[in-house]
Protein backbone atom coordinates (compact mmCIF):
# COMPACT_ATOMS: atom_id res chain seq x y z
CA UNK A 1 0.00 0.00 0.00
CA UNK A 2 1.32 3.34 -0.81
CA UNK A 3 0.69 6.11 1.81
CA UNK A 4 0.92 9.49 0.38
CA UNK A 5 1.69 12.80 2.54
CA UNK A 6 -0.26 15.65 1.67
CA UNK A 7 0.79 18.08 4.08
CA UNK A 8 2.74 18.22 7.51
CA UNK A 9 0.45 16.10 9.25
CA UNK A 10 -1.97 14.79 6.58
CA UNK A 11 -1.49 11.44 4.76
CA UNK A 12 -3.78 8.99 2.51
CA UNK A 13 -3.70 5.55 1.28
CA UNK A 14 -4.29 5.56 -2.78
CA UNK A 15 -7.33 3.67 -3.80
CA UNK A 16 -7.21 0.65 -5.76
CA UNK A 17 -9.75 -0.13 -8.55
CA UNK A 18 -9.20 -4.40 -8.00
CA UNK A 19 -12.18 -5.29 -4.85
CA UNK A 20 -12.93 -1.33 -5.12
CA UNK A 21 -10.18 -0.40 -2.33
CA UNK A 22 -11.17 3.29 -1.74
CA UNK A 23 -8.31 6.11 -0.29
CA UNK A 24 -8.43 5.99 3.45
CA UNK A 25 -6.76 8.96 5.18
CA UNK A 26 -4.95 9.89 8.26
CA UNK A 27 -4.58 13.08 10.72
CA UNK A 28 -1.46 12.84 12.83
CA UNK A 29 -1.89 15.24 15.58
CA UNK A 30 0.20 15.18 18.43
CA UNK A 31 -1.95 13.55 21.06
CA UNK A 32 -3.76 11.54 18.77
CA UNK A 33 -4.42 10.60 15.06
CA UNK A 34 -8.01 9.87 13.24
CA UNK A 35 -8.08 7.76 9.93
CA UNK A 36 -10.73 8.35 7.54
CA UNK A 37 -13.21 5.45 6.66
CA UNK A 38 -12.20 1.79 7.53
CA UNK A 39 -11.33 0.27 4.60
CA UNK A 40 -13.17 -2.81 2.80
CA UNK A 41 -11.44 -5.80 5.16
CA UNK A 42 -9.67 -6.58 7.91
CA UNK A 43 -6.49 -7.38 5.08
CA UNK A 44 -6.97 -3.16 3.97
CA UNK A 45 -6.94 -2.38 7.70
CA UNK A 46 -4.27 -4.41 8.10
CA UNK A 47 -2.11 -3.15 5.21
CA UNK A 48 -2.99 0.91 6.14
CA UNK A 49 -1.96 -0.17 9.87
CA UNK A 50 1.58 -1.28 8.39
CA UNK A 51 2.45 1.82 6.10
CA UNK A 52 1.64 4.16 8.65
CA UNK A 53 3.92 2.07 11.22
CA UNK A 54 6.53 2.71 8.34
CA UNK A 55 6.61 6.12 9.40
CA UNK A 56 6.19 5.57 12.83
CA UNK A 57 2.94 6.89 13.57
CA UNK A 58 0.65 5.40 15.64
CA UNK A 59 -2.40 3.90 14.73
CA UNK A 60 -5.60 5.67 14.50
CA UNK A 61 -7.27 6.52 17.99
CA UNK A 62 -10.40 7.28 16.25
CA UNK A 63 -11.88 6.26 12.86
CA UNK A 64 -14.53 8.35 10.84
CA UNK A 65 -16.60 6.11 8.15
CA UNK A 66 -18.14 8.66 5.66
CA UNK A 67 -20.91 6.75 4.68
CA UNK A 68 -22.04 3.21 4.87
CA UNK A 69 -21.17 1.50 1.49
CA UNK A 70 -19.34 -1.73 2.24
CA UNK A 71 -15.76 -0.85 1.05
CA UNK A 72 -16.11 1.91 3.56
CA UNK A 73 -16.99 0.18 6.39
CA UNK A 74 -16.18 -3.70 6.27
CA UNK A 75 -12.53 -2.90 8.00
CA UNK A 76 -14.47 -1.35 10.91
CA UNK A 77 -14.47 -4.61 12.95
CA UNK A 78 -10.48 -4.55 12.81
CA UNK A 79 -9.96 -0.70 12.95
CA UNK A 80 -9.04 -0.21 17.11
CA UNK A 81 -9.64 3.72 17.56
CA UNK A 82 -13.12 5.01 18.19
CA UNK A 83 -15.78 4.73 15.04
CA UNK A 84 -17.46 7.47 14.44
CA UNK A 85 -20.04 7.82 11.03
CA UNK A 86 -23.47 9.60 10.68
CA UNK A 87 -26.74 8.51 12.53
CA UNK A 88 -27.97 7.02 8.95
CA UNK A 89 -24.68 5.22 8.36
CA UNK A 90 -24.91 3.25 11.41
CA UNK A 91 -28.92 2.55 11.33
CA UNK A 92 -27.51 1.02 8.16
CA UNK A 93 -24.59 -0.72 9.29
CA UNK A 94 -27.05 -2.11 11.98
CA UNK A 95 -29.24 -3.54 9.48
CA UNK A 96 -25.98 -4.90 7.65
CA UNK A 97 -24.46 -6.57 10.38
CA UNK A 98 -27.80 -8.68 10.26
CA UNK A 99 -26.74 -10.23 7.04
CA UNK A 100 -25.73 -13.49 6.24
CA UNK A 101 -22.51 -13.57 3.93
CA UNK A 102 -22.99 -17.42 1.97
CA UNK A 103 -23.54 -17.90 -1.67
CA UNK A 104 -27.55 -18.16 -1.52
CA UNK A 105 -28.17 -15.16 0.77
CA UNK A 106 -25.83 -12.64 -1.48
CA UNK A 107 -27.72 -14.23 -4.53
CA UNK A 108 -31.11 -13.72 -2.67
CA UNK A 109 -30.23 -9.94 -1.69
CA UNK A 110 -29.40 -9.84 -5.65
CA UNK A 111 -32.43 -11.28 -6.41
CA UNK A 112 -34.57 -8.59 -4.03
CA UNK A 113 -32.33 -5.61 -5.50
CA UNK A 114 -31.42 -4.84 -1.99
CA UNK A 115 -28.01 -5.45 -2.64
CA UNK A 116 -26.08 -4.46 -6.32
CA UNK A 117 -24.02 -6.73 -8.91
CA UNK A 118 -21.18 -3.96 -8.81
CA UNK A 119 -20.96 -4.69 -5.14
CA UNK A 120 -21.57 -8.46 -4.71
CA UNK A 121 -19.00 -8.55 -7.60
CA UNK A 122 -16.14 -6.51 -5.71
CA UNK A 123 -17.07 -7.87 -2.26
CA UNK A 124 -15.94 -11.49 -3.76
CA UNK A 125 -13.02 -10.14 -5.12
CA UNK A 126 -12.27 -9.06 -1.66
CA UNK A 127 -12.68 -11.62 -0.07
CA UNK A 128 -11.83 -15.36 -0.65
CA UNK A 129 -13.72 -16.88 2.12
CA UNK A 130 -17.14 -15.18 2.65
CA UNK A 131 -17.38 -16.42 6.06
CA UNK A 132 -14.76 -13.83 7.00
CA UNK A 133 -16.73 -10.63 6.27
CA UNK A 134 -17.88 -8.67 9.24
CA UNK A 135 -19.82 -5.87 9.95
CA UNK A 136 -20.29 -4.32 13.13
CA UNK A 137 -21.55 -0.49 14.09
CA UNK A 138 -20.05 3.03 14.62
CA UNK A 139 -19.45 3.77 19.00
CA UNK A 140 -20.36 6.96 18.15
CA UNK A 141 -22.54 9.00 16.08
CA UNK A 142 -23.71 12.29 14.87
CA UNK A 143 -26.13 14.50 12.98
CA UNK A 144 -24.96 17.60 12.05
CA UNK A 145 -21.33 18.27 12.94
CA UNK A 146 -18.22 17.34 15.25
CA UNK A 147 -14.79 18.45 16.92
CA UNK A 148 -12.46 16.14 17.22
CA UNK A 149 -9.03 18.13 19.00
CA UNK A 150 -6.09 15.03 18.06
CA UNK A 151 -3.73 17.72 20.05
CA UNK A 152 -1.94 20.43 17.91
CA UNK A 153 -4.55 20.05 15.29
CA UNK A 154 -8.43 19.81 15.25
CA UNK A 155 -10.48 17.52 13.00
CA UNK A 156 -14.21 18.85 12.15
CA UNK A 157 -16.46 16.26 10.72
CA UNK A 158 -19.61 17.29 8.82
CA UNK A 159 -22.85 15.36 7.73
CA UNK A 160 -23.16 16.75 3.60
CA UNK A 161 -25.83 16.45 1.49
CA UNK A 162 -25.28 14.11 -1.43
CA UNK A 163 -26.98 12.02 -4.76
CA UNK A 164 -24.47 9.13 -3.53
CA UNK A 165 -25.87 8.49 0.05
CA UNK A 166 -27.62 9.02 2.57
CA UNK A 167 -25.75 10.29 5.80
CA UNK A 168 -22.50 11.57 4.27
CA UNK A 169 -19.92 13.39 5.88
CA UNK A 170 -16.88 15.11 5.54
CA UNK A 171 -13.78 15.24 7.32
CA UNK A 172 -12.59 18.99 7.12
CA UNK A 173 -9.22 20.21 8.38
CA UNK A 174 -8.69 23.90 8.59
CA UNK A 175 -5.37 23.99 9.78
CA UNK A 176 -3.84 22.05 6.65
CA UNK A 177 -7.05 23.34 4.26
CA UNK A 178 -7.67 19.37 3.55
CA UNK A 179 -11.07 18.12 3.05
CA UNK A 180 -12.01 14.49 2.81
CA UNK A 181 -15.43 13.82 0.94
CA UNK A 182 -15.71 9.95 0.29
CA UNK A 183 -17.92 9.40 -2.75
CA UNK A 184 -19.93 12.14 -1.94
CA UNK A 185 -19.56 13.34 -5.68
CA UNK A 186 -21.30 10.82 -7.31
CA UNK A 187 -24.02 8.69 -8.60
CA UNK A 188 -26.45 6.52 -5.87
CA UNK A 189 -25.75 3.28 -7.23
CA UNK A 190 -28.37 2.15 -5.07
CA UNK A 191 -30.92 3.84 -6.67
CA UNK A 192 -30.47 3.06 -10.72
CA UNK A 193 -27.11 5.05 -10.95
CA UNK A 194 -29.42 7.96 -10.54
CA UNK A 195 -28.28 11.76 -10.17
CA UNK A 196 -30.52 13.86 -7.75
CA UNK A 197 -29.68 17.24 -9.12
CA UNK A 198 -30.88 19.17 -5.86
CA UNK A 199 -28.87 17.36 -3.21
CA UNK A 200 -25.90 17.71 -6.02
CA UNK A 201 -26.77 21.58 -5.84
CA UNK A 202 -26.61 21.30 -1.81
CA UNK A 203 -23.45 19.50 -1.96
CA UNK A 204 -21.83 21.94 -4.02
CA UNK A 205 -22.32 24.91 -1.95
CA UNK A 206 -21.60 22.94 0.98
CA UNK A 207 -17.97 22.20 -0.33
CA UNK A 208 -17.70 25.87 -1.63
CA UNK A 209 -17.88 27.12 1.64
CA UNK A 210 -14.63 24.98 2.62
CA UNK A 211 -11.59 27.04 2.14
CA UNK A 212 -9.72 23.83 0.57
CA UNK A 213 -6.11 23.82 -1.25
CA UNK A 214 -6.87 19.60 -1.84
CA UNK A 215 -9.67 17.52 -1.55
CA UNK A 216 -9.47 13.72 -0.88
CA UNK A 217 -11.73 11.34 -2.48
CA UNK A 218 -12.85 7.52 -1.75
CA UNK A 219 -11.74 6.70 -6.00
CA UNK A 220 -10.12 9.26 -7.57
CA UNK A 221 -7.04 11.09 -7.03
CA UNK A 222 -6.78 14.15 -4.86
CA UNK A 223 -7.69 17.66 -6.65
CA UNK A 224 -7.90 21.32 -5.84
CA UNK A 225 -11.14 23.18 -5.26
CA UNK A 226 -11.25 25.05 -9.19
CA UNK A 227 -10.80 20.77 -10.27
CA UNK A 228 -14.06 19.66 -7.96
CA UNK A 229 -16.14 22.76 -8.37
CA UNK A 230 -16.07 22.19 -12.50
CA UNK A 231 -16.63 18.65 -12.02
CA UNK A 232 -19.52 19.57 -9.75
CA UNK A 233 -20.76 22.12 -12.34
CA UNK A 234 -20.36 19.87 -15.19
CA UNK A 235 -22.76 17.02 -13.37
CA UNK A 236 -24.97 19.91 -12.82
CA UNK A 237 -25.48 20.59 -16.57
CA UNK A 238 -25.48 16.74 -17.29
ZN1 LIG B 1 -19.85 4.87 -1.85
Redesign the pocket.
Known amino acids: MQLKQLTDRVFYSTHRKEADRPALGYINGKKYSLMVDAGNSKAHVELFHEAIAERGMRKPNFVAVT ?1 W ?1 WD ?1 TFGMHAAEGVTICHKKTNEKLKEMAQWKWTDSEMANRLQTQVEIEFADTSIRNEYSRLAEIQVVTSAVTFHETMEIDLGDIVVELHHIPSP ?2 EGCICAWVPQERVLFI ?2 AI ?1 VDYYNHCSLDKDKLQALTKAITAFDFTVCVM ?1 HAEPMGKQEILDILSSLQAR
Open positions: HHHHSGDGG
